[in-house]
Nanobody, 127 residues
């Protein structure tokens, strides 16, 4: 079974940067897509960014130009570089993945786009 584990969360001042990591394992297929989501207290989980087996990426409008999703060369570790952080970026950040080929989309990821989820890592941005 596919497993994903996030790391790299923490507390940072507004305007600062953080890099989240997600280690994935247990894939059966060589192609898969991965994504980042976040959930603020009292709010629904929302998609932040996604990366596909083609290398294409997709972002939520709220993070475009500030966040960058990437993978290592083996494509087993996913990253989310977050710059110019704002207090509204605060929340639990989740990594998710889905096996098989996915035609890249040009919108924020949705919860039902992915099958396997990590436990999350907390990001707090203080003003």
């Amino acid at each position: 079974e596919v497993q994903v584990v996030e790391s790299g969360g923490g507390s940072v001042q507004s305007g600062g940067s953080l890099r989240l990591s997600c280690a994935a394992s247990g894939y059966i297929y060589s192609q898969f897509s991965m994504g980042w989501f976040r959930q603020a207290p009292g709010k629904e989980r929302e998609g932040v960014a996604a990366i596909f087996s083609t290398g294409d990426t997709a972002y939520a409008d709220s993070v475009k130009g500030r966040f960058t999703i990437s993978q290592d060369s083996a494509k087993t570790t996913l990253y989310l570089q977050m710059n110019s952080l704002k207090p509204e970026d605060t929340g639990m950040y989740y990594c998710a993945t889905r096996e098989g080929y996915t035609t890249p989309w040009h919108r924020a990821p949705r919860i039902n786009d992915f099958d396997f989820w990590g436990q999350g890592t907390q990001v707090t941005v203080v003003s």
